[in-house]
C-alpha cells in the first residue's frame, strides 16, 4: 500500500511561484508513475483536472495544456518525492492540488486508472 502526503501549498500573489511536493511511503517509488490533479474549491461532486505526469523510468512528462510552459513536475527517486514548480501562478490557478500514483502507469493515463491518492494541499493565488 502507498500512502502519499502532499506539503506546501499557501496563499500566493498572481504572477508569484510555488513548489508543491509529494512523498511516497511504502511502496517502491521507482516502479510509480506519478500525476498531479487539481480540484477547484467547493466543488466536490467534479472531476480532478489532469495538471501533469511523470512516468516511471524514462521520466517521460505530460502536462494540461493550461499550465504548459508555467508548471514543472520532477521526481526524486532517492527522497521518494514528486514536485510540482509553478511559476507565473494566475487566480485560475486556485485549486486544491492532488497526488496520484500507479505502479508501471502510463504517464498518458486519466485520473480514474491511478490507484494511490493523497489528501491534497490548497493552493490560492489571489490579491
Known amino acids: 500500500q502507498v500512502q502519499l502526503v502532499e506539503s506546501g501549498g499557501g496563499l500566493v500573489q498572481p504572477g508569484d511561484s510555488l513548489t508543491i511536493a509529494c512523498a511516497a511511503s511504502?511502496?517502491?517509488?521507482?516502479?510509480?508513475?506519478l500525476g498531479w490533479f487539481r480540484q477547484a474549491p467547493g466543488t466536490p461532486g467534479t472531476l480532478r483536472e489532469f495538471v501533469a505526469a511523470v512516468s516511471w523510468g524514462a521520466g517521460a512528462t505530460r502536462y494540461a495544456e493550461a499550465v504548459k510552459g508555467r508548471f514543472t513536475i520532477s521526481r526524486n527517486n532517492s527522497q521518494n518525492t514528486v514536485y510540482l514548480q509553478m511559476n507565473s501562478l494566475k487566480p485560475e490557478d486556485t485549486a486544491d492540488y492532488y497526488c496520484a500514483a500507479d505502479y508501471r502507469g502510463s504517464h498518458l493515463q486519466p485520473a480514474h486508472d491511478y490507484a494511490y491518492w493523497g489528501q491534497g494541499t490548497q493552493v490560492t493565488v489571489s490579491s
Open positions: 511504502g511502496g517502491s517509488f521507482e516502479h510509480l508513475t
